[in-house]
């Protein structure tokens, strides 16, 4: 270096910037865990639109008796893909996301274990995600629910007992193929997450210093790498089944459609808690904060998500009730099911118990995640009563159900991610989203959300099965039905409302300083947006609220708590 | 900026509540609908019982946390010059009660849940129990009679006050049987064959809906209970025995020698290509792969009401058959008639179902209509 001469130096200064100095360049070659996170929120988010546009459209054609908006191929195809986009290109993403973005951060690391994996994880939902999408380009998106069931999943012939036509076309093998793709990224993603948590956390982070979002990424880390090979294998078995000519859910060949239940839902249910975990997590880490008290019960928030995550995987034929299996195994799996609405009831009350005797601040972060209390008790409420066998008999595979899993995943997930996004913006970003926007906001998502949602339990009850394209006008289901559909373009607006927030913040937010909430964690002890490296120095943990310690010398966790 | 919040929080309890209560009124007396809560047997009865005590427990467990949510964020809002509350990590005591306290509800609902269960096919009723073999078509409902030696479509004709024996088979999907004023779902799995038990105690007539999606016209999978007093059921038996009347009327007879030149392929008529007692649906669909009709068994059409998994009604009064201006015979008022509509062009009517015929003329439907109308 000592010997170069200034012709060199200033032919180095006038070099082309190569691509990956590019702006665009710089985010396609990036392996840095930051941007792949903003990556993975930006594509959830457009899958999020994706998945509410189709929403919108099946809501419209629901309107009113014997719509006319769709046929019932494309209706099917929509609430097919709804489904299928939320779960796995939306709410999947998004927390993956969070986690990518918020967890390295958290422990004091300055990246994920394997950068490269990581991107390669992101690549992969990218492309899996259009791959899917891109079947409504071939008029063939996968139409057989988002569980697809079998035999309507299998392909023509020797389906069933006799040979009657079942899904013919590409439909399902965008499907299977499309979740295989996901399925790889998800296990690249969770390896990831488990050796990064495991391994790279700051000096003096224990396992029980974790930040209670790390805690429930870690627990959906492991949900992932257990249950989903058993959805990758269910789905190679229907593309043999389709293409090469086994017999494995035929039951006319001695095979049995109940195997892809099982193999399914014992990947379906933890997949459930996969969806909400991340979400506990998040609500988590926001209550103390503008409650400025610490979080109530860590402990016990902490091990009743390992308690979830293991009884997760002795429910899911709480799913298959109306199958016909065994009286004896049906009340097994409903007591399994009620055993795990004690952890969640248990994480309720610690999160009730951290805002009571608090000083709550009621930015719009915080009103998502009281907004997900609330609707949330809703979700666990009416998922009780679905665990009560006779009862459920009645209700599965009607709007009851739809009800259900709309106040869990909507009314839960979908408000602590709004939660999560107005927390963690400023430190993204380096400015804040615009606080009136974000209440209109989070005002109009819940009158949406209830009117949209609360009906459809009604709806149930009267009898309205999922899943048809048309229903009849002399049945009692209209208003109701109605109702619905306003609710949801009230919903449409609340999104409209975030995303002219988000674009105006980007344009001319108020910047937000580094630690905008006078947080806890360590992800606020650094710049906003953070460095390459995230810390210039790695801190050194000495209790559960490190930051809080750091501003609060005289009085911090380490010298006054028992833990 | 405060008191917004506030009153925004209690015109969302006020939400909540009002839609609470008119669901639960417009559950209960929702007069037309298929409701679960206005029960007409034992089955559906348990069901419904158990309905109202979860929506006690849920009621006291939903109002007693959101009260406290609600009390929480309004009572520790910050105020201009609140000191730091106490930083108080957590209480081993209260976690300890508030875990065993909600385990007391649950386990509460779970002993009746698992009472119910075990105690929902115990029930009796009349005279001998009615053995129907219950066929899932994609999308319609096929009944087999199993000791009766009959087969209808669409429509499920059983007496008042007697335990009905279902036995559940698919001829390709899954489907689910369900008839919500009755009885719950059970699923129809190809290759198993599930029970039901059943009994109706009201005379009436109640609409059974498939519940498990299965294909292009899920939606459009629907049959009809009928349930009748037990001498107007052994009537009805009797008639449904008999072989179909060979019509008199010049129209009729023109229609079934049209019947008798297509639709024999998937239809069947006791008389004309079956044998009394000739379908044999049972040994069907055990898993053997003996070839069959693929339609409806037309034999007492006439009695039906309802055509194409109730997608249209079926109405002799407003399919009459008269004469065009040419003489040839037509239908008085087509718009009318829904067997019309579904003879003009089945796949306009129910798009993907089986029924594949070219088109017909108006004299032949209209020849057809006077067919059927006349098979009693």
């Known amino acids: 270096m000592a010997t170069r001469t200034i012709g060199e130096s200033i032919r180095l200064t006038k070099r082309r910037k190569s691509f990956s100095e590019s702006y665009i360049g710089e985010w396609i070659m990036t392996i840095d865990h930051k941007k792949l996170g903003i990556m993975y929120m930006v594509t959830a988010f457009f899958f999020f639109l994706v998945g509410g546009t189709e929403a919108l459209l099946v809501r419209t054609q629901l309107a009113v008796p014997d719509g006319k908006v769709l046929t019932a191929e494309i209706y099917n195809q929509l609430f097919t893909m709804h489904g299928t986009t939320m779960i796995f290109l939306f709410v999947m993403p998004m927390l993956t996301g969070f986690g990518n973005y918020v967890v390295p951060l958290m422990i004091g690391a300055r990246d994920m274990a394997f950068p490269r994996m990581n991107a390669f994880g992101y690549w992969v939902v990218l492309f899996g995600g259009l791959f899917l999408s891109a079947s409504f380009l071939f008029g063939q998106a996968p139409n057989a629910g988002w569980f697809n069931y079998a035999p309507l999943n299998e392909l023509t012939t020797g389906c069933g007992a006799t040979a009657v036509s079942c899904t013919t076309g590409l439909n399902t093998d965008f499907w299977a193929l499309g979740i295989l793709m996901l399925g790889v990224s998800s296990i690249a993603g969770s390896l990831n997450f488990v050796v990064t948590i495991l391994k790279m956390r700051a000096p003096g982070m224990t396992i029980n210093r974790m930040p209670l979002f790390t805690w429930m990424t870690l627990i959906t880390a492991f949900l992932l790498l257990f249950s989903l090979p058993s959805v990758t294998a269910a789905s190679i078995l229907l593309l043999l089944d389709r293409h090469i000519g086994t017999h494995f859910y035929q039951a006319g060949a001695g095979g049995d459609p109940l195997l892809w239940q099982h193999l399914f839902w014992s990947f379906g249910h933890p997949e459930v808690y996969i969806l909400i975990l991340p979400a506990f997590g998040m609500i988590s880490e926001i209550l103390p904060v503008f409650s400025r008290k610490p979080i109530f019960g860590y402990t016990f928030i902490a091990w009743s998500g390992v308690a979830i995550g293991f009884l997760s995987f002795t429910v899911w034929a709480h799913h298959m009730f109306a199958v016909g299996l065994p009286m004896v195994a049906q009340a097994f799996f409903a007591t399994s099911t009620t055993l795990i609405a004690i952890p969640t009831a248990v994480k309720i009350f610690n999160w009730i118990a951290t805002i009571y005797g608090g000083k709550v601040r009621f930015t719009a972060s915080m009103m998502f995640a009281v907004g997900f209390i609330a609707m949330f008790l809703i979700g666990g409420l009416n998922g009780a009563a679905l665990a009560v066998v006779p009862f459920d008999y009645q209700v599965t595979d009607t709007y009851f159900v739809i009800s259900h899993l709309h106040y869990v995943l909507f009314g839960g997930t979908v408000f602590a991610v709004f939660g999560g996004i107005f927390y963690w913006f400023p430190k993204i970003s380096g400015r804040l989203l615009n606080e009136r926007l974000g209440k209109w906001q989070f005002w109009l998502m819940l009158v949406g959300v209830n009117l949209t949602f609360f009906p459809m339990h009604i709806l149930g009850l009267l009898g309205m099965p999922r899943r048809v394209y048309t229903y009849a006008g002399n049945l009692g289901w209209n208003e109701l039905n109605l109702l619905s559909t306003i609710g949801a373009f009230i919903i449409a607006v609340s999104i409209m409302v975030f995303v002219w927030n988000f674009i105006v913040t980007l344009r001319s937010g108020e910047k937000a300083g580094d630690d905008p909430w006078d947080a806890y964690t360590l992800e606020w002890d650094t710049s906003s947006p953070p460095k390459a490296y995230n810390f210039e120095v790695i801190p050194t943990v000495r209790s559960r609220r490190p930051f809080y310690d750091k501003k609060n010398p005289d009085i911090a966790d380490w010298k006054t708590a028992t833990h | ?376």
């Open chain 2, 1 to 376: 900026m405060r008191m917004p919040k506030f009153r925004g929080v209690k015109r969302w309890g006020t939400i909540i509540s009002a839609l609470l209560l008119s669901s639960i009124l417009l559950a209960a007396c929702g007069e037309t609908s298929p409701s679960i809560l206005n029960p007409q047997g034992p089955v559906a009865s348990k069901e419904a019982g158990l309905f109202w005590f979860i929506l006690v427990v849920a009621t006291i467990v939903f109002v007693a946390v959101e009260s406290v949510l609600i009390y929480s964020i309004v009572r520790f809002r910050e105020r201009p010059n609140m000191p730091n509350p106490r930083q108080l990590h957590g209480n081993n005591t209260i976690e300890l009660i508030w875990t065993i306290v909600p385990s007391l509800f649950l386990f509460a609902v779970l002993i009746g849940t698992i009472y119910t269960m075990f105690n929902l096919n115990s029930i009796s009723g009349q005279g001998r129990i009615i053995d129907i073999k219950v066929v899932a078509h994609q999308w319609w409902w096929e009944f087999d009679y199993t000791n009766d030696n009959i087969v209808t479509a669409d429509e499920l004709v059983v007496p008042v006050g007697t335990v009905i024996r279902t036995t559940l088979a698919s001829s390709n999907v899954i489907h689910s049987f369900w008839i919500p004023q009755i009885t719950g779902k059970t699923d129809v799995v190809p290759g198993r064959a599930n029970e039901k038990l059943f009994r109706a105690d009201t005379p009436g007539t109640y609409l059974g809906i498939c519940t498990e999606y299965c294909g292009l016209q899920h939606a459009n999978m629907r049959f009809q209970l009928v349930v009748l007093p037990q001498a107007s059921y052994v009537s009805w038996l009797h008639n449904q025995q008999s072989a179909a009347q060979t019509p008199t009327d010049p129209n009729a007879t023109a229609g079934m020698k049209l019947f008798q030149g297509s639709c024999v392929a998937c239809h069947g008529i006791v008389g004309v290509n079956l044998q009394p007692g000739g379908q044999q649906l049972t040994a069907q669909y055990g898993g053997g792969s003996a070839t069959t009709l693929k339609g409806p068994n037309l034999t007492h059409f006439a009695t039906r009401t309802t055509i194409a998994g109730l997608v249209l009604t079926w109405n002799p009064q407003s399919c009459v058959v008269g004469t065009d201006s040419s003489g040839k015979p037509a239908i008085q008022n087509p718009a009318a008639c829904g067997l019309y509509k579904w003879l003009r062009d089945p796949q306009a009517v129910k798009p993907g179902n089986d029924m594949q015929i070219g088109k017909l003329s108006d004299t032949q439907i209209a020849q057809l209509i006077a067919y059927l109308e006349s098979l009693q």
